[in-house]
């Protein structure tokens, strides 16, 4: 997919891997200048990669959920270049093993606080962080990443859950409250999409089973690929989206379009 993203400046959390690491490369192939994110210091990698492909790119490597430290990268970030045009909210974390996964009346405060700290917690710090410079200059646009998980609940994820559902009605408030002052915010839900974590679930013979039955509720029959994402953010990026502001774009296969059982 092409897009004009020159001379933009966009920051993407948790840029180390998978999505976010996607979403950077793409954003970085259209033109953009991008700061990359994460915890991990993988978010280097993602950095010199896009500058070994001709672009420009910066790491940094920062916990969302700490406020004082994410107002520290987007101050550095504007001063070095000026301004974050666009925000792709992408860093997130839950609880990746399916047997340390317990019902909410067995919930640990544990997983509940570190979840929230980053899936919602850091969301708001980056969008009060980085929208605050867009309404100065009446330009932005601030994509969030929820999940299908937000909008019908799965399972054993409580937190994760909570937390996707808060992501978009944090999107459509940031929607309301700064779109008249030039800036868009919209969110994209991906369903089941292939990561290093949940390829093996998907490919490994002996999780086919678990595999069936997840895509058995896929129309279209197939896990997402990162780069449907990636495609997702560019064109809400893009000044062909000039007019889309406080949706929530799905891209799941058409997983939630009639949420169908057998039974």
Request: charged share 20%; net charge neutral; aromatic share 8%.
């Amino acid at each position: 997919m092409k897009v004009d993203l020159r001379d933009r400046v966009a920051l993407v959390t948790g840029a180390g891997q998978n999505i976010g690491k996607a979403i950077a490369l793409a954003f970085a192939d259209n033109g953009a200048w991008l700061a990359v994110n994460d915890v991990n210091p993988n978010c280097e990698d993602t950095a010199q990669e896009i500058r070994r492909r001709g672009g420009t790119a910066k790491s940094y490597l920062v916990d969302i959920g700490d406020p004082k430290a994410v107002n520290e990268m987007v101050g550095k970030i504007e001063n070095e270049w000026g301004k974050i045009d666009i925000l792709v909210n992408n860093a997130a974390v839950y609880v990746a093993k399916l047997e340390e996964r317990y019902p909410v009346h067995a919930f640990l405060d544990s997983d509940w606080e570190r979840i929230l700290r980053v899936d919602l917690n850091g969301v708001f710090y980056c969008s009060r962080a980085v929208s605050a410079g867009m309404v100065r200059r009446h330009k932005g646009v601030i994509i969030n990443l929820s999940s299908v998980a937000g909008l019908v609940p799965l399972r054993l994820q409580v937190a994760y859950d909570v937390a996707k559902a808060a992501v978009v009605n944090l999107t459509k408030c940031q929607a309301v409250e700064i779109g008249a002052c030039g800036v868009r915010v919209n969110a994209i839900a991906p369903g089941s999409t292939l990561t290093d974590g949940t390829r093996q679930a998907f490919y490994n013979p002996a999780a086919k089973k678990f595999a069936d039955s997840l895509l058995s509720h896929v129309p279209l029959g197939r896990p997402g690929e990162a780069a449907d994402i990636a495609n997702a953010a560019l064109y809400l990026a893009s000044d062909e989206a000039g007019y889309v502001t406080g949706h929530v774009l799905v891209v799941d296969g058409g997983w939630t379009a009639g949420f169908v059982r057998d039974w």
